[in-house]
Each structure stands twice: as C-alpha cells, then as structure tokens.
C-alpha cells in the first residue's frame, strides 16, 4: 500500500514568508508526527497528533509554528515569518494503534529559508 | 528527560567486516521502548527494530543483531559480513512507554554515518 506522503519535497522562500507543509499519513493511521531534521542532526520532535487533536505539542519550538489535523487524516504544517534558522528537513510519520509506536516516516519536505 | 548518545559519528569498513553501532540512553521512566532506524542517501527513514525495556534478549535478524543491556543502558547494533548496500546514516531513538496505545514521541540519537568500502 501507499506509505506517507509529504508535499512539497522541495520549498524555498524567502524570509519572512509564510509557508505550508503538507503530510498524507498511511490510510488509518491515527497517530501522526512532526520532526524536524538540521544538517547531520537526527530528527527532533515538533508535534504529535492522535486523531485531530494534537496530544503533545511541546517540540515547536516557538509561536511561529502551528500545525492541524481537521479530519484526523492529512495533517499541515504552518510556519509564519520564516526565518533563516527555520532551514531543515521536515519530517512527518505516522503509526496505528496497538502497534506500540513503530512510525513510518515519509520521504520530507527540505525547507530552505533565504 | 530523554537522552540518547550516539559517539560514533562515522565510520568505515571493508565489505564483509563486521561492524557494531553503539547506542547508550537515558530515561527515568521504568518502561520505555527502544528502536533503531537507517537513512540511506535518499533520505527516507527506515524501521529496522523495536524493543520495549522488559525484554532483554538479544534478537538476530539475517545479518543484523542486536545487544540491549538494561545494566549499561546500551542497545548496540551489530552488522554481520557487511554489504556496501548497508552504508546509510543509522540512528538509535527512544521513547516512553506511552499511556495513548504506546504511541509517543521518539528521542533521537545524533546518527553514525556508516560506508562500506567495495
């Protein structure tokens, strides 16, 4: 079957621009996650959602950074007044229930802020 | 808080070495699970294992095999006869044994970079 998507793959702005990211989890999966990826770093926690609500938020890492998940599907990620810093692979993944968090990540959105 | 430490930042062998991935954690929590995962150079991640913290035996996979001790707080990652296929960045993460289904968030280590030489 289809694993997680992420469009677009590729984003560069400018900074000060506002920008959108998008995740389309496996069909079913009710957990989904944002991680963020710098440069020879591993990914680093934004935000998890269980169905639409957004069950732990604490990794986004200022008021910039808001994210939804109106039909408990498709998930987007929204970043207001990017900054160069902002620069990253976004992650998202997404796992079911009862499988005991094995996450299955998408390919990402690589960000580029200028 | 949750750590994970990685100290291998890279490294490189010839083909059909064996090569071993260390990871060492830290967590308060009494129950917690454990996972590796690799990155090859298209960059997707790819789950490799999952091990929650009451089981300590040792699993094998084909060539992999992996080392969890509790008492160290290790969970090494060992590639046996390795395969230039294997070169990848691999990463060791962490999270709590969560009340929502066990999902929660994962702590990532910083990576090792493996490549194998032809």
Redesign the interface.
Known sequence: GAGVSQTPSNKVTEKGKYVELRCDPISGHT?L?W?RQSL??????LI?F?GTGA??D??LPNDRFFAVRPEGSVSTLKIQRTERGDSA?Y?C?S?L????????????TRLTVL | AQKVTQAQTEISVVEKEDVTLDCVYETRDTTYYLFWYKQPPSGELVFLIRRNSFDEQNEISGRYSWNFQKSTSSFNFTITASQVVDSAVYFCALSRDGANFGNEKLTFGTGTRLTIIP
């Open positions: 957990a996650y991680y020879g770093q591993g990914p680093e926690f998890y269980q069950a732990d604490s990794g692979v992650l993944a796992s229930e009862h499988l005991y968090n094995e996450q299955f990540f998408g390919p990402g």
